[in-house]
């Protein structure tokens, strides 16, 4: 070992503590979990193993990037070649600098002339820790080929159970639990975006661990394209956790002197179960991410300061069928109804009138706006309303001006037949040519028209992930959509760019460092949407989630629910409507107005607070968002389905001050029944206790199937 290289390395927090082993050839994380006081060698030396019958005489280690050839028999970290011959890279480590909150190894390996830099930062007010590997190629002649780069780490013995966020389109972030098994847990994602069934993430869990006690990991990977999380439990008995990029062979060749760094690796503990482990995410993307209300915000700094302002898209009220008329009408409609944004969805561009013709010609249909947008968004501005677009760089439709010009700019498959989904194609963002198109013709937009929200949309899969030198590209394309996305924000730092992909296609920490609102789902039932939004809010805050009151029956499900329902669901996050206000009955009207309201009311609350999930009982749900001080909290309940007994089961709050004496009033629906009205009534005339309404809970009246209540707490 190195003089320059301590033996064990020991990070903390107030909460966490990160421990490094650097006595081998290649650091290892030894623990990272709950805060330790103190660690000596001693404790490092303990946890090395005597020889295993059959086995080697030393343990291999489990490194952050382990490789073959060396005892290792686990699926490798770090796999390499140089040529047909050599592949077994045998890094050694040289050197490590150090500071309170972060560690950065350096390695070499002289045999296949590659550096290896592994950097781990810990979060000193959240514990969130962040990993990244970088290679380099030091040969001065030929190239490397980079087969995988993933983080590795040991998993603690009482890791025994894991969720992941799964689903499909149109439901997506389910969260599943189960437990680990005895072999290899692969989940392997080439949708060349996050992708809607497999979310680049997975929690941890010990087998008695709760919302509120037992301990909880969570990795989050900050990338946007193909990815791969596992499990493995090696036959010696141990488990190990890896994550990273998924590269296809030949994807990512490094020249001489050129490098690779992988996607950034973040993990998050709780020794207080997973209502906890919420609450550090929230935080973490809260003073890290900078999400302030669709301003200019700098990386890795700034915080949420501003609202959110409520808005109205176009899509399922209109789908293709806009015009100028029609507009203008739903924008006095929106005003009157306190929305705050105007967004004109798909169906404004030339051409544009079905979902089969025009993607990549992004110029006004004067047959729809015969003076364009700018006087739309003008007249939005007049009614006090923000203005925002729909737009879907990255495609292209065959039947377009675009794709007649260039049919080479699209990626596919060498000498063979082009796949479209959607009825459109992929464009190649790594292009030089393309990327400055698009930049120039999204520049163009934003430069005429006042916009201050984009919509970013990408409605397809990549399928064919070739480009024109036959090389595979997802890792490009997601390099080049990040730099697109910079680029429009660094000289447009006034808009609010929404990542939306057919849905929640694209929703993680990556495209997080471009976008400042998200698109859980094409679903606005809200039935499904309770289940959606409960996934997303287990990772990410309410401020980032698009949550839209959207027509009866839902254009998805066919479902239909009344407007308190779904207005009810909908304003727990960046709340908006999609449901054709034109067509609203006057009870309608009236409740989505009023919700807007409550929305707005408590919208500083709700995007500022610490989200608390409640215990699932039945077909009941709950869930709560608690000011920093408990002084305050916003907290609904929900029916799903026809119960099996005649009341509901006592709601037990969570988040509470004990100590503290609460007035508790129900806010939400405006119209209820005979017997909720009198429980209304009823409660007002109590000051209930924080450690009762926890221990204890609240009664609750006789509650339809489909349907909430939400309560607003405040300290008496």
């Keep these: 070992m190195p003089e320059s290289v301590d033996r064990f390395y020991h990070l903390k927090n107030k909460a966490v503590s990160l421990v490094v082993d650097a006595r081998g050839s290649q650091p290892a994380i030894a623990y990272f979990g709950a805060r330790l006081a ?7 030396e303990q946890l090395d193993r005597h020889e295993a019958p059959a086995s080697l005489p030393i343990e291999p280690a489990v490194t952050l990037s382990t490789t073959h050839g ?3 028999l686990g699926h490798p970290g770090l796999a390499v070649h140089r040529g047909r011959n050599r592949w077994q ?14 560690l950065r190894f350096t390695s070499t390996c002289e045999r ?15 514990g969130v820790l962040a990993l990244t590997t970088a290679l380099r190629n030091t040969d001065a002649t030929t190239s490397l080929s980079v087969d995988q780069c993933l983080v590795t780490l040991p998993i603690q013995d009482h890791f025994t159970d894991a969720v992941e966020l799964t689903g499909r389109w149109g439901y997506e972030l389910q969260q599943n639990r189960f437990q680990l098994p005895h072999s290899s847990l692969v989940r392997e994602n080439r949708a060349g975006r996050t992708s809607h069934h497999l979310h680049p993430s997975l929690k941890l869990l010990s087998a008695n661990t709760t919302l509120d006690s037992g301990d909880a990991l969570d990795i989050q990977l900050a990338w946007s394209g193909n990815h791969t999380i596992r499990t493995e439990q090696l036959a010696d008995g141990r488990r190990v956790l890896q994550a990273g990029e998924l590269l296809e062979v030949g994807e990512l060749e490094l020249a001489p002197g050129e490098s690779y760094a992988t996607p950034e690796c973040l993990l998050c503990f709780s020794a207080d179960g997973m209502n906890k482990l919420t609450q550090q995410w929230h935080h973490y993307v809260r003073s890290n991410y900078g999400i302030s209300h669709d301003t200019p915000h700098d990386t890795h ?3 949420l300061k501003q609202k959110r302002p409520v808005q109205l898209n176009t899509w399922e009220a209109c789908y293709f069928d806009v015009n100028e008329p029609t507009v203008l009408e739903l924008i006095d409609k929106a005003a009157d109804l306190g929305i705050e944004r105007f967004v004109l969805d798909d169906g404004w561009f030339c051409g544009r009138d079905n979902d089969q013709t025009s993607l990549g010609y992004w110029q006004v249909d004067e047959h729809k706006f015969p003076s364009g947008l700018t006087p739309i968004a003008a007249y939005c501005h007049e009614k006090g309303l923000e203005f925002g677009l729909w737009i879907e ?19 596919g498959f060498s000498n063979g037949p082009l796949i479209e989904a959607r009825n459109q194609l992929v464009l190649d963002l790594d292009r030089k040519e393309v990327a400055n198109y698009l930049f120039e013709t999204i520049s163009d937009l934003l430069t005429e028209i006042p916009i201050s929200y984009l919509k970013w949309d990408m409605n397809r899969d990549i399928h064919q992930m070739e480009n024109a030198q036959g090389q595979r590209a997802v890792h490009r394309q997601t390099l080049a959509l990040y730099a697109l996305m910079a680029r429009v ?4 730092p006034h808009v609010a760019i929404e990542s939306c992909a057919s849905g929640g296609g694209r929703m993680d920490m990556g495209v997080l460092e471009y976008a400042s609102r998200f698109w859980p789902s094409d679903t606005n039932d809200a039935l499904d949407r309770i289940a959606v939004q409960r996934g997303f809010l287990s990772m990410l805050p309410p401020e980032l989630m698009g949550s839209h009151v959207g027509p009866s029956p ?8 009344a407007m308190a329902f779904r207005a009810g669901v909908a304003l727990w996050g960046h709340m908006g409507v999609e449901a054709d206000i034109r067509a609203l009955s006057e009870d309608d009207r009236s409740t989505l107005e009023a919700a807007i309201s409550l929305h707005k009311e408590h919208r500083h609350l709700l995007h500022s607070g610490r989200y608390v999930e409640h215990e699932q009982i039945a077909q009941q749900v709950a869930w709560s968002v608690v000011s920093d001080d408990q002084s305050e909290a916003l907290s609904a309940v929900a029916t799903l389905h026809t119960p099996t007994a005649a009341f509901p089961k006592r709601i037990r709050f969570r988040g509470l001050d004990a100590s503290k004496q609460y007035q508790v009033q129900v806010v939400w629906p405006q119209g209820l029944s005979e017997k909720q009205a009198g429980y209304r009534d009823q409660l007002k005339s109590q000051r209930l206790g924080g450690d009762w309404l926890q221990q204890a809970g609240l009664t609750l009246p006789i509650m339809h199937p489909e349907s909430l209540l939400i309560f607003h707490l405040t300290e008496a």
């Excluded at 296949?112 to 959240?126: G, Q």
């Excluded at 760089?393 to 990626?411: F, K, T």
């Excluded at 924000?489 to 447009?492: A, E, Q, V």
């Design 38 to 44: 103190n660690v000596n060698e001693p404790m490092i």
């Design 70 to 72: 060396m005892g290792y």
């Design 89 to 102: 890279v045998n890094p050694q480590l040289v050197a490590c600098e150090a500071s309170e909150s972060e």
């Design 112 to 126: 296949l002339s590659v550096e290896i830099t592994h950097c781990l930062r810990l979060d000193k007010e959240t």
């Design 301 to 303: 700094g700034s915080v």
């Design 393 to 411: 760089p990255e495609m292209v439709s065959p039947d377009s001006n675009l794709y007649r010009a260039h049919p080479d700019w699209v990626l």
């Design 489 to 492: 924000r660094d000289h447009f």
């Design 554 to 561: 839902c254009h998805l499900t066919g479902r239909q629910h």
